[in-house]
């Protein structure tokens, strides 16, 4: 999957999105809470972007991936979490 490229699946309702990207299709409100700490789903529609990792709400949505690999904000709490260790 390259950047830009719409994933050929739509995230269903409770599932967690896979990569980091932007939403090209549809809407729903997103669980960030893991990631972030808001206590409440944020909504997100078309072009706003979605973290990889966070609990896809009652929507149906495409996604496209900003990057490869593990989610961007992951691997950086990953890594700020071992420094401080």
């Known amino acids: 999957m390259c950047c ?3 994933t050929g699946r739509s995230s269903s309702p409770a599932k967690r999105s896979r990569p980091d990207g932007r939403i090209v299709q549809g809407g729903t409100s997103v669980n960030q809470a893991m990631l972030t700490g808001e206590s409440q789903p944020v909504e997100k529609g078309e072009g706003d972007e979605v973290i990889g990792g966070a609990v896809n709400g009652e ?3 495409s ?3 900003g990057r490869r690999g593990a989610s961007p904000l992951c691997r950086n709490c990953s890594r700020l979490a071992h420094q401080l260790a």
Do not use: D, F
Request: aromatic share 0%.
């Open 4 to 6: 830009g490229q719409v």
């Open 59 to 61: 929507g149906a949505i």
């Open 63 to 65: 996604v496209s991936p």
